[in-house]
């Protein structure tokens, strides 16, 4: 008994782990650190550029240059004070709002109850018209554009940028709304209907204000679109209706560019619509996840 206990221990041996196991294991760990590395690259890609050039308008054009100063330099606030104060970029961000605002509030007037229609009636042609007017190229339309304003004396003021910048709102409000209406129980209309309503009053009162989180995704994305638009302006507006794209263009010349106050005009066009971006993204997802799901 004695001799078989003894040798029993130095028989039993661990037997080995299964391949497939081990690879599941690999395959485990490997993926949280790829996950880890591809949102960190993500972040860079799209932090570094920003960084840059909020530090780069913090800096003189001598210092941008300088490989040595990228990190290390004495912050300065002329290129902001040269922005705002001496090129009057007081007006040009009145002129950016105005026009974003008059445009995203002309077409969710125009929009909305067309996208309405559309839903409630399928109007799948139509709706197939909306989506390639937004996959249309904006400048094959300038050259004609320009011949019709500049025949009805429009050209330079707010009223072509304000229906130019629409081209691109209009479309877009109007695919967002569909899939929105889509998302929304008939039910309710017909039950508004049989208590008295009328159809436009049904979806007065009963479509619109459910639709408020749609209303808001489009109205946003619209207004973030006509704000950063730059080539309807550059050929469609004046030098009183310029717009902050237009006129960040205008520290490029043909010698040199202004790096420090081009930089500075880019963070005084970027920043609002990081903080509207910032203080409406759960509207924005909310309303455009709601149109997808429930469709």
Known sequence: MTDTLTVQPELIRAKPEPERSVKRRSKGRAYPIFRVLMLTLTVVLFVAPLVWMVMASLKTNVDIYDPGK??????????????????????????????ALWSTIFSLILGVPAAYAMSRFTMHRSAMV???????????????????????????????????????????IVYIMISYFDSMPLELEEQAQVDGLTPIGAF?????????????????LSFIFSWNNFM??????GANTKTLPV???????????????LMSA??????????????????????????????
Do not use: C, E
């Open 70 to 99: 990228t990190f290390a330099f004495t912050p300065t606030l002329d290129n902001y004070i040269n922005v705002l104060s001496r090129n009057n970029y007081f007006t040009f961000i009145f002129n950016s709002f105005w026009v």
């Open 130 to 172: 909306v989506l390639m007017a937004r996959i249309i190229p904006g400048v094959s339309l300038l050259v004609p554009w320009y011949f019709i304003f500049a025949n009805l004396k429009m050209v330079g003021g707010f009223g072509v940028l304000i229906l130019s910048h629409m081209f691109v709102a209009l479309p877009l």
């Open 204 to 220: 007065l009162r009963i479509s619109l204000p459910l639709s408020a989180p749609g209303l808001a995704t489009a109205g946003i």
């Open 232 to 237: 309807f302006a550059l050929v469609l507006s």
């Open 247 to 261: 006129a960040i263009f205008n520290f490029v010349s043909y010698a040199s560019i202004d790096w420090g106050s």
């Open 266 to 295: 880019a963070v005084v066009v970027t920043v609002p619509i990081m903080v509207i971006a910032l203080f409406t993204q759960k509207y924005i997802v909310s309303g455009l996840t709601a149109g997808a799901t429930k469709g």
